[in-house]
């Protein structure tokens, strides 16, 4: 079956660590894929997205994901965390196949330790 | 340029009964697309559309319905409200429909009753 698995709930690391979130998908060929954060309360915003090229893609924040088709992954890093970056953090995939919605992860919770 | 907006922020009703939520798209964005997120889950695409035609549908009864407007601005409708449609429901706008960026916006949270 289609899907995309974190299988993170809930991640805390200490702030000025490094960080990275994982995302595995299953789909015959290789999707879109996006890292979203949610605050609490709010919307989501993009955090950086993949299409095709450079396997290391890099994004807003400081935030950058690397695209492993051997291991069907989309894995966000972050070399320094800081304390506002605590939010939601959700992959997600636009199946080729079926470019009209986005399907998303259940998510990870990121909690900052100061 | 003006960002994804949606009205209202919050709504309480009842079971049974009828509710409708808007959506204002991005400037310049043909595309809108609803999500319902659940309380600690990810949102769950409930349709899409694109220059006022459905298209393409999740897995979602037919008492979830919508609109898009000549303006691109887009509504929601949920009749025979259930407990379970308790949810922040996200609105997303894209240039086209396809790979494009979708912009989501806050959301409205829906509690029933």
């Known amino acids: 079956a289609q899907s995309v698995t974190q299988p993170d709930i809930h991640i805390t690391v200490s702030e000025g660590a490094s960080l990275e979130l994982r995302c595995n998908y299953s789909y015959g060929a290789t999707p879109y894929l996006f890292w979203y954060v949610q605050s609490p309360g709010q919307g989501l915003q993009l955090l950086l997205k993949?299409?095709?090229?450079?396997?290391l893609v890099q994004g807003i924040k400081g935030f950058e994901a690397e695209f492993k088709r051997s291991q069907s992954s989309f894995n966000l890093r972050k070399p320094s965390v800081h304390w506002s970056d605590a939010a939601e953090y959700f992959c997600?995939?636009?199946?080729?196949?079926?470019?009209?919605?986005?399907?998303f992860g259940s998510g990870t919770r990121l909690s900052i330790r100061p | 340029e003006t960002g994804v907006t949606q009205s209202p922020t919050h709504l309480i009703k009842t079971r049974g009964q009828q509710v409708t939520l808007r959506c204002s798209s991005q400037?310049?964005?043909?595309?809108v697309s609803w999500y319902q997120q659940a309380l600690g889950q990810g949102p769950q695409f409930i349709f899409q559309y694109y220059r006022e035609e459905e298209n393409g549908r999740g897995n979602f009864p037919p008492r979830f319905s919508g609109l898009q407007f000549p303006n691109y601005s887009s509504e929601l409708n949920v009749n025979a409200l259930e407990l379970d449609d308790s949810a922040l429901y996200l609105c997303?706008?894209?240039?086209?429909?396809?790979?494009?960026?979708?912009?989501f916006g806050p959301g409205t949270r829906l509690l029933v009753l």
């Open positions: 997303a706008s894209s240039l086209e429909s396809g790979k494009e960026t979708q912009y």
């Open positions: 400037s310049g964005h043909n595309t």
């Open positions: 997600a995939v636009v199946p080729y196949s079926s470019a009209s919605k986005i399907i």
């Open positions: 993949y299409f095709s090229g450079d396997t």
